[in-house]
């Protein structure tokens, strides 16, 4: 069965400052892979997306991810982080040709931007 | 862009009253719509996948009788929860999808808050 793993819960990290949030997935198919990030009390914004092509992997407000299959994974960078920044992402994969188009979410990571 | 509004944005009712939430794609044709539920803190929870014109399927746990889903049409799906309870109280978000794609587009979500 599918699922996603987000390990770290909550990131801490000073405003400038480069970050990495992990995301790994299990699936014995290909996937399509998200990063959609939260506010507080808001709906999902998505950040980036991997659907084919190239692994690298260029989204919006700065953040790009890589897919590596050989690791099942797909973590999410920005090499400067801003206040702005803080706030609930979640890592989403979905099966390619399932036909259920279902969603599998991680758990999330709250990252914190620190002045 | 793909475009999914949800009404209302937040509700507060009574113990055993029903409480509905509608979800419409504007500007594109929604195949396939997805609720979800999220309580505070937590991830994102698949409640139940809805195609137009057909029965939603409901995923293990999900009470059908107590989270009663509507697709009429290519457009607008509703859940509306019935004999609601403080336990009822979450995060609702919904999200569709159209054509081939596997992408879903999500909604800004409705807070229920049940008294």
């Known amino acids: 069965a599918q699922s996603v793993t987000q390990l770290d819960s909550q990131v801490p990290v000073f405003e400038e400052a480069p970050v990495e949030l992990r995301c790994n997935y299990s699936s014995s198919v290909s996937v399509y892979l998200f990063w959609y990030v939260q506010y507080p009390n808001q709906g999902l914004q998505l950040l980036l997306k991997y659907l084919s092509g190239s692994t690298l992997v260029k989204g919006i407000n700065g953040f790009e991810a890589e897919f590596n299959k050989s690791q099942t994974s797909f973590h999410l960078r920005k090499p400067s982080v801003h206040i702005s920044d803080t706030a609930e992402y979640f890592c989403?994969?979905?099966?390619?040709?399932?036909?259920?188009?279902?969603?599998?979410f991680g758990t999330g990571t709250r990252l914190k931007v620190l002045a | 862009g793909a475009v999914v509004s949800q009404h209302p944005s937040r509700v507060i009712c009574k113990s055993g009253t029903s409480v509905k939430i509608e979800c419409r794609s504007l500007d594109f044709q929604a195949t396939t719509m997805f609720w979800y539920r999220q309580f505070p803190k937590q991830s994102l929870m698949l409640m139940a996948t809805s195609n137009e014109g057909s029965k939603a399927t409901y995923e293990q746990g999900v009470e059908k009788d107590k989270f009663l889903i509507n697709h009429a049409s290519l457009t607008l799906s509703t859940l509306t929860v019935t004999s609601a309870h403080p336990e009822d109280s979450s995060f609702y978000i919904c999200?569709?999808?159209?054509?081939?794609?596997?992408?879903?587009?999500f909604g800004p979500g409705t807070r229920l808050t049940v008294l």
């Open positions: 989403a994969v979905s099966d390619r040709g399932s036909g259920t188009y279902k969603y599998i």
């Open positions: 999200s569709a999808r159209g054509g081939s794609t596997n992408e879903q587009f």
